[in-house]
């Protein structure tokens, strides 16, 4: 069964990987560059943290400090104990994005290349908690963060750096982190549930 499932996972790797379209070119490397997009993302919850309320803010900085936790229980725990290697360094024939250059592997490339841990990908892990914990309070901006993390995930695999597994594994831990980061937030600070006003019916 597990062999079944990591041949299922190849194949859909060499699929979603092999399917090249010049705008997904452009657009995938800036998903998946976390210097591009964390100064995005720096701008959106300074300014929230500025207009927001008190309860708001609260939840911004929860959702921070969410991700900062999962990415390193991601990167020092999962990955070392699962060590699987990542697709460009074991499979030929894949389109790789490294230094601002599209390659294709090969026996020689794979070569050059240092190893490398796979699974889970963090970037869905921290894109899907910071989607799931915010989507715990507000579904406005809880949608537009699950729609960013869907295509940080796909992009990962599109750039040829993780397997499809890794990031739907990724995203369930993610998301399934951030409801709780979320939910115990809550508990601990009961005063604050429903911190940007949007959790009700009809609010969004």
Same mark, same amino acid.
């Given at each position: 069964?597990?062999?079944?499932? /990591?041949? $299922?996972?190849? %194949?859909?790797?060499?699929?979603?990987?092999?399917?090249?379209? =010049?705008?997904?070119?452009?657009?995938?490397? /800036? $998903?998946?560059?976390?210097?591009?997009?964390? =100064?995005?993302?720096?701008?959106?919850?300074?300014?929230?943290?500025?207009?927001?309320?008190?309860? %708001?803010? /609260?939840?911004?900085?929860?959702? !921070?400090?969410?991700v900062i936790i999962g990415d390193m229980f991601c990167a020092r725990i999962l990955k070392p104990l699962v060590a699987r290697p990542r697709p460009f360094t074991v499979m030929d024939g894949i389109h790789l994005y490294k230094k601002g250059k599209w390659l294709l592997t090969t026996p020689e490339l794979r070569a050059l290349m240092a190893a490398s841990m796979s699974? =889970?990908?963090?970037?869905?892990?921290?894109?899907?908690?910071?989607?799931?914990?915010?989507?715990?309070?507000?579904?406005?901006? &809880?949608?537009?963060?699950? /729609?960013?993390? $869907?295509?940080?995930?796909?992009?990962? !695999?599109? $750039?040829?750096?993780?397997?499809?597994?890794?990031?739907?594994?990724?995203?369930?831990? &993610?998301?399934?982190?951030?409801?709780?980061?979320?939910?115990?937030?809550?508990?601990?600070?009961?005063?604050?549930?429903?911190?940007?006003?949007?959790?009700?019916?009809?609010?969004?």
């Amino acid at each position: 069964m597990l062999h079944l499932i /990591i041949e $299922l996972d190849r %194949e859909l790797l060499l699929a979603i990987n092999g399917f090249r379209l =010049p705008v997904f070119n452009w657009l995938m490397p /800036i $998903l998946s560059d976390f210097n591009k997009v964390a =100064p995005l993302l720096a701008i959106l919850i300074a300014w929230r943290l500025w207009k927001g309320d008190n309860h %708001e803010r /609260i939840m911004w900085i929860g959702v !921070v400090v969410a991700v900062i936790i999962g990415d390193m229980f991601c990167a020092r725990i999962l990955k070392p104990l699962v060590a699987r290697p990542r697709p460009f360094t074991v499979m030929d024939g894949i389109h790789l994005y490294k230094k601002g250059k599209w390659l294709l592997t090969t026996p020689e490339l794979r070569a050059l290349m240092a190893a490398s841990m796979s699974w =889970p990908s963090c970037h869905a892990v921290n894109s899907w908690t910071a989607a799931g914990f915010i989507l715990h309070y507000s579904r406005r901006w &809880g949608v537009f963060l699950a /729609i960013l993390a $869907l295509g940080i995930s796909y992009s990962r !695999v599109y $750039l040829g750096v993780h397997y499809p597994l890794d990031v739907i594994c990724g995203g369930i831990i &993610g998301i399934s982190w951030g409801f709780l980061a979320a939910t115990l937030l809550e508990r601990a600070l009961p005063a604050n549930k429903d911190p940007v006003g949007t959790s009700k019916p009809g609010k969004d």
